[in-house]
């Protein structure tokens, strides 16, 4: 069953957290073979969006994709995280308790979509002024003054 889910836009806070993916189990890999790998329970709190660490990851390979436990979910809501997609780029072993990656959560305020608009249009109405009249503009006053 599809769900249709409303598209909406988002403010970033200025907020975050990083957060360890730890692997919690011993695994064998080989070099350029995809595995999933079962991860330390991560919880992703509402209002927020996580975005990988490329510089954080494990020495044998990265995480390429965060797998959720369950249905997707809004995200306004508490999300979970119990296995990763692991790319490995040379044979080995991870054990458990191992870093596999860090994500960064970042904070966000969904917004109505027609208010980025607004905002945007204003934007480039500002942008699409010639200097003289931007700086006598009541919308930018500490432009070039």
């Known amino acids: 069953m599809h769900k249709k889910m ?9 907020v975050g957290e990083w957060r360890a993916l730890i692997s919690a189990e011993d695994v ?27 510089r954080m990851r494990h020495a044998l390979g990265a995480v390429v994709e965060i797998l959720h ?19 490995p780029i040379h044979d080995g072993v991870i054990k458990k308790g191992e870093l596999l990656g860090v994500v960064n959560v970042i904070y966000i305020k969904p917004v109505k979509k027609s208010r980025i608009r607004h905002i ?7 942008l699409s002024m010639d200097v ?12 070039f003054k």
């Not at 945007?120 to 500002?126: A, G, P, R, V, W």
């Not at 003289?132 to 500490?142: C, F, G, N, T």
């Open 69 to 87: 436990v369950g249905e997707p979910k809004y995200v306004e809501k508490v999300r979970y995280a119990g296995s990763v997609l692991f790319l």
């Open 6 to 14: 409303d598209e909406y836009a988002y403010r970033i806070m200025g």
């Open 120 to 126: 945007f249009e204003k934007l480039e109405k500002m």
């Open 132 to 143: 003289d009249h931007l700086v006598e503009s009541e919308d930018w006053p500490y432009l």
């Open 28 to 54: 064998e890999i080989k070099g350029y073979s995809p595995i999933i790998i079962k991860i330390n329970k991560v919880e992703f709190p509402p209002n927020s969006i996580c975005l990988m660490l490329a």
